[in-house]
């Protein structure tokens, strides 16, 4: 059964880095989307991605954040200078755009900024 | 703004014992209703949904049934089993490809 797919698995940084999160969404699906959860909190919205812009983005999502879908499978998250408020789990996920609109998620990246 | 609030955990329960997690939203229309599961190490996995009032998902031995009177999405059970025992979710989308809403996540354990 096809899976959304993301790496790497836990991604450890330096308040200030940058980091890239990567995540492969199940081919053929229009719709893409990053969310994240810090621990012990919600799953939190940032961005959704359809036809190679972002169509929707939460307040979380600031001048920070970055998407992109470089080639034809792999959808990126980029940090620039993360924070310590950063560390989070990220999921991935993506939607085939019909009808039940159900969206399939990766297992996620652990984030930690020390 | 949309919004889900589900019961607070974590819920232990014996094996074979009945379960139910509760769910409520706020919401402006008539969205679609959710459950999300999240074994230990894993992503979150689609349990089940409903699209309109009335509607039950199913999915495994869960059922949830769209109670747009009450606003309320609960997560039943009739026999859970240890392998059961992971985070639950309740969420809402509006129609279309917008994104979900999500409750705190309700974490389940069952013991043998």
């Known amino acids: 059964e096809p899976e959304v797919t993301q790496t790497p698995s836990h991604q450890v940084t330096q308040m200030g880095q940058e980091v890239i999160l990567r995540c492969v969404p199940i081919?053929?699906?229009?719709?893409f989307y990053w969310y994240r959860q810090i621990l012990g909190q919600k799953v939190e919205f940032l961005v959704s991605?359809?036809?190679?812009?972002?169509?929707?983005k939460s307040e979380i999502f600031d001048d920070q954040f970055s998407v992109e879908r470089p080639d034809g499978s792999n959808f990126t998250l980029k940090i620039r200078s993360t924070k310590l408020e950063d560390s989070a789990m990220y999921f991935c996920?993506?939607?085939?755009?019909?009808?039940?609109?159900?969206?399939?998620f990766g297992p996620g990246t652990r984030l930690t900024v020390t | 703004g949309n919004s889900v609030t589900q019961m607070e955990g974590p819920v232990t329960l014996s094996e074979e014992a009945f379960l139910t997690i509760n769910c409520t939203y706020t919401?402006?229309?008539?969205?679609?209703l959710f459950w999300y599961v999240q074994y230990p190490g894993e992503g979150l996995q689609l349990l089940l949904k409903?699209?309109?009032?009335?509607d039950k998902g199913s999915n495994k031995g869960f059922e949830a049934t769209y109670r747009k009177e009450t606003t309320s999405f609960h997560l039943e059970k009739g026999s859970v089993q240890v392998s059961d025992s992971a985070v639950y979710f309740c969420?809402?989308?509006?129609?279309?490809?917008?994104?979900?809403?999500f409750g705190k996540g309700t974490r389940l354990s069952v013991i043998a």
């Open positions: 081919s053929n699906h229009l719709y």
């Open positions: 969420a809402l989308s509006d129609q279309g490809n917008t994104p979900l809403v």
């Open positions: 919401a402006t229309g008539y969205p679609s």
């Open positions: 409903a699209t309109k009032a009335d």
């Open positions: 996920a993506s939607s085939p755009g019909t009808i039940g609109f159900e969206q399939y």
């Open positions: 991605f359809y036809n190679n812009e972002i169509s929707e």
